[in-house]
């Protein structure tokens, strides 16, 4: 089996090379190929993944290109996750937003809006050469915004395409860490979009113990602490981390506002350090000390993930950069890392492949899962994946303030897609002002307007 990921350059390469390690043998691939339009980077990831490879005693080859078509030509499954405009077209993303008093996050709003303007030109491109090389080759779409850009290409017509996301199965894992169980013990009940779920039900050995759980404080506070506990147990749900930034709106936009540097400054400036510390260790000269590096780059990413959004750093105006930034990345090297997306991607692979029945939350076609949505909307469900395919599991009526949110940010999708598509400005600013985020006229054009501009090299010119 050959299993290609395409933005194989990206820092987060050797991460997925260690969860494929652990699920090699359950799936039989023989063949990762790492494809990045960046040598550099694909040099030097690629490299890591070769040592950790290595380390496992080589159970299967790591090639690397930057030659799309021959990554995609006999592929067996793909897995994408690639960010057009680099982290730079985060940060600036992430700037012109905070400019005009609205959030900025890469996934979530205009951040959002601005990061698809690149994200589903580049997808649809990979996605059309795929049809043409490898037509009966399944694509695990992580772009962000994933469920956004596989939404475009469902509309595309590219039906072998399923948005995954680490983060759909959040209430699930919660339950699991809180009961003191195994992950796949516990079935959970999600729907929503992505980046915008809840998690209504979950069992564990045929009992919903969701509502044990919410009436835990320490299930709340542990797994639910970006939220007051009234409110989730007003919702009833466990709460997609990323509803912190529809449910605290202003605080949100304050307390990024107040950082000296945004989250996408911060990456731009570790993943520069790394490079250069890779670069400098000499990934073959010195491996251990390389993954060293990668290890203690990969600590100090994560040390500050949301932490404005904790009470302990909301607002504090620090970041992970300014703490110190002449000290050397250096970890020790672990054992095995956490699942991931790429856990994901590779548990529904095993699925299709072994015929081993998996449920997870996926980002697929409603079909009749959720009442209300449309049937061609691609929402955040849980899923039944077996050899047969993927069967969305029926939902039901959800109630009036999910649906109500779900739909106002599906109308966004919807309309940021056909945007896209025409290249018009116009379907953009009605995209924009159709976001709970945004809503405004004044608001929208000019963002529009500035992100068009910044972006004029990946997104081309558009009609007024």
């Excluded at 194989?8 to 699920?23: H, K, N």
């Excluded at 994901?344 to 959720?370: C, G, R």
């Excluded at 159709?434 to 990946?458: G, I, K, M, N, T």
Aim: hydrophobic share 40%.
């Amino acid at each position: 089996m050959k299993l290609t990921l395409i933005g194989g350059g990206g820092v987060r390469s050797p991460l997925f090379v260690m969860t494929l390690l652990r699920w090699q043998q359950r799936i039989g691939v023989n063949e990762l190929c790492l494809m990045d339009i960046d040598e550099r980077k694909l040099e030097l990831f690629g490299g890591l993944c070769r040592e950790l490879v290595h380390r496992a005693g080589d159970p299967f080859t790591i090639t690397a290109t930057t030659d799309a078509r021959a990554a995609l030509t006999g592929a067996d499954h793909v897995v994408t996750t690639i960010r057009a405009g680099f982290e730079q077209g985060r940060a600036t993303d992430e700037r012109i937003a905070l400019r005009h008093g609205v959030l900025g996050q890469e996934t979530t709003g205009p951040g959002g809006f601005a990061m698809a303007l690149r994200s589903i030109p580049a997808i649809l491109g990979y996605a059309e050469l795929l049809r043409e090389v490898s037509p009966q080759a399944w694509m695990y779409n992580f772009t962000n915004p994933a469920g956004l850009v596989t939404q475009a290409l469902r509309e595309a017509g590219f039906e072998r395409t399923i948005g995954i996301c680490d983060g759909a199965n959040g209430g699930q894992g919660a339950v699991a860490g809180w009961a003191g169980v195994e992950h796949r013990r516990v079935r959970a009940e999600v729907f929503g979009l992505n980046h915008l779920s809840w998690c209504r039900r979950a069992w564990i050995d045929g009992e919903d113990v969701l509502p044990r759980a919410i009436a835990d404080d320490r299930f709340l506070r542990d797994h639910q602490g970006l939220f007051a506990p009234e409110l989730v147990r007003r919702a009833g749900m466990h709460l997609n981390e990323y509803l912190y930034y529809y449910y605290y709106a202003e605080r949100a936009v304050a307390a990024i506002s107040a950082e000296r540097l945004t989250r996408g400054e911060e990456i731009v400036a570790l993943n520069r350090q790394l490079i250069e510390q890779l670069e400098e260790i000499g990934v073959q000269r010195n491996p251990e000390r390389a993954l060293r590096a990668f290890f203690g780059y990969e600590q100090r990413r994560g040390a500050t993930y949301m932490h404005y959004a904790r009470a302990a750093g909301e607002g504090s105006g620090e970041s992970v950069v300014d703490a110190d930034q002449e000290q050397l990345f250096d970890a020790d090297i672990p054992a095995e890392g956490g699942e991931g997306y790429a856990g994901v991607a590779l548990s529904i692979i095993e699925a299709l492949e072994k015929n081993k029945p998996l449920y997870t939350a996926l980002n697929v076609p409603n079909e009749t899962a959720i009442a209300g949505m449309a049937a061609d909307d691609v929402v955040e469900v849980s899923c039944r994946v077996d050899g047969s395919g993927i069967q969305v599991i029926p939902i039901g009526a959800v109630p009036a303030p999910q649906l109500g949110l779900m739909k106002s940010v599906k109308l966004y999708e919807r309309l940021t897609v056909q945007a896209i598509r025409e290249h018009s400005r116009e379907l953009a600013v009605e995209a924009l002002m159709a976001h709970p985020l945004v809503l405004s006229y004044s608001r929208a054009r000019p963002l529009v307007e500035e992100f068009l501009q910044a972006h004029r090299a990946y997104v081309g010119d558009w009609q007024l």
